[in-house]
T-cell receptor, first 112, second 111 residues
Framework: ETGVTQSPTHLIKTRGQQVTLRCSSQSGHNTVSWYQQALGQGPQFIFQYYREEENGRGNFPPRFSGLQFPNYSSELNVNALELDDSALYLC???????????FGPGTRLTVL | QQQVKQSPQSLIVQKGGIPIINCAYENTAFDYFPWYQQFPGKGPALLIAIRPDVSEKKEGRFTISFNKSAKQFSLHIMDSQPGDSATYFCAASRGTGKLIFGQGTELSVKP
């Protein structure tokens, strides 16, 4: 059984640029959630995808957007990057009927 | 009402001690309460979780105690080891939706 994987591991961007982060869900899981974790803080929910549709969104602006593909993998896109977007971005997969969310290793984004 | 408050922020115990981490919530609609362990540079790993119809759950050296009337729950780590040194997060959710995380507790277990 393959766990949740994310790419890239690290990324450095400058303010105003756009970034795409990728996530492959755990085998058999059809729901993907994205979280932002600032240094020294708990993860904050960005949004969740199920059946390629957004299924709940946290308090993040529209420049944070996502996609889910037929194989349940997902992308997080962030436009017009700001310095405060620097964080660890975590992807978690789960079954639509299940409560347990399993996290990937994250992508460390640094915005200069 | 969506917050989960976690304490203490940091904790130092000797090997073999029993660190206790506490969390409190407001939203009575929450029905799932997991604990996660996170090592530096890694994603959070699910340790143990509880539903509000159970007052205690044990898995190995980890125990969750749940007090529904007080809207509080806690994690106890029995016979703690230096390898348990990590940041621990409590969380809560309603249904299969988003997890609301506490602020985290940095645990250090001294040899």
């Amino acid at each position: 059984e393959t766990g949740v994987t994310q790419s890239p591991t690290h990324l450095i961007k400058t303010r105003g640029q756009q970034v795409t982060l990728r996530c492959s869900s755990q085998s058999g899981h059809n729901t993907v959630s994205w979280y932002q974790q600032a240094l020294g803080q708990g993860p904050q929910f960005i949004f969740q995808y199920y059946r390629e549709e957004e299924n709940g969104r946290g308090n993040f602006p529209p420049r944070f957007s996502g996609l889910q593909f037929p194989n349940y993998s997902s992308e997080l896109n962030v436009n017009a990057l700001e310095l405060d977007d620097s964080a660890l971005y975590l992807c978690a997969s789960s079954l639509a009927s299940g409560r347990e969310q399993f996290f990937g290793p994250g992508t460390r984004l640094t915005v200069l | 009402q969506q917050q989960v408050k976690q304490s203490p922020q940091s904790l130092i115990v000797q090997k073999g001690g029993i660190p206790i981490i506490n969390c409190a919530y407001e939203n009575t609609a929450f029905d799932y309460f997991p604990w996660y362990q996170q090592f530096p540079g890694k994603g959070p790993a699910l340790l143990i979780a509880i539903r509000p119809d159970v007052s205690e759950k044990k898995e190995g050296r980890f125990t969750i105690s749940f007090n529904k009337s007080a809207k509080q729950f806690s994690l106890h780590i029995m016979d703690s080891q230096p390898g348990d040194s990590a940041t621990y997060f409590c969380a809560a959710s309603r249904g299969t939706g988003k997890l609301i995380f506490g602020q985290g507790t940095e645990l250090s277990v001294k040899p």
